[in-house]
């Protein structure tokens, strides 16, 4: 699995966009990109996962660069429920049970 | 209400002591992991299971045994040869499916803390 880079720690004001980037240069062809969040003492939870194609769900968009080598996970209007561990995975896609191999992630805190 | 149960969440043990933590799903997934977190770390793999009675190890188990008696439980037991065992231990779930990605549900996860 491709190795990621994400910035340590970032803040955002409550009610503004959140855009957490992530670096994948050594991404492959076959690769998802793959974004987990982690709450304080809880377990993770899935938030949106890409291949080429920009994605958005109720929760997430996800901006992946058209080389693939770099993705952004864009939380609309960040509330402070959004402060967590945010994680970028990038991961073949498979039929057989595969770890996720999580990094340190960014902490995201949302400021009232 | 569907999802992964773990207990219990704040577990105490003295050095030298075996101790079983709990995993169930009611998910009717065929695949379960445990992972540790350390804290400021992410997770790591300890051992997973694609079918009853049948677990692969992970990055990480030395230390560590589990069974898989049923498909909706995965126990995990932290032996005396766990060198540094006090961490926060967390379960997850998935489907397997060809050719699609099967998103991993977490339980709330123990935290075992070793005296």
């Known amino acids: 699995d491709a190795k990621t880079t994400q910035p340590t720690s970032m803040d955002c004001a409550e009610g503004r966009a959140a855009n957490l980037p992530c670096n994948h240069s050594?991404?492959?062809?076959?690769?998802?990109v793959y974004w987990y969040r982690q709450i304080h003492s809880q377990g993770p939870q899935y938030i949106i996962h890409?291949?080429?194609n920009n994605e958005t769900n109720e929760m997430a968009s996800l901006i992946i660069t058209e080389d693939r080598k770099s993705s952004t996970l864009i939380l609309p209007h960040a509330t402070l429920r959004d402060t967590a561990v945010y994680y970028c995975i990038v991961r073949a896609s498979s039929g057989s049970a595969r770890q996720l191999t999580f990094g340190s992630g960014t902490q995201l805190t949302v400021l009232p | 209400d569907g999802g992964i149960t773990q207990s219990p969440k704040y577990l105490f043990r003295k050095e030298g002591q075996n101790v079983t933590l709990s995993c169930e799903q009611n998910?009717?997934?065929?695949?379960m992991y445990w992972y540790r977190q350390d804290p400021g770390q992410g997770l790591r793999l300890i051992y997973y299971?694609?079918?009853?009675?049948?677990?692969q190890k992970g990055d990480i188990a030395e230390g560590y045994s589990v069974s898989r008696e049923k498909k909706e439980s995965f126990p995990l037991t932290v032996t005396s040869a766990q060198k540094n065992p006090t961490a926060f231990y967390l379960c997850?779930?998935?489907?397997?499916?060809?050719?699609?990605?099967?998103?991993?549900?977490f339980g709330p996860g123990t935290r075992l803390t070793v005296l």
């Open positions: 299971s694609q079918i009853v009675n049948d677990f």
């Open positions: 997850a779930s998935s489907k397997i499916s060809t050719g699609s990605y099967n998103e991993q549900f």
């Open positions: 050594t991404i492959s062809g076959n690769e998802y």
């Open positions: 890409g291949l080429k």
């Open positions: 998910l009717n997934h065929d695949a």
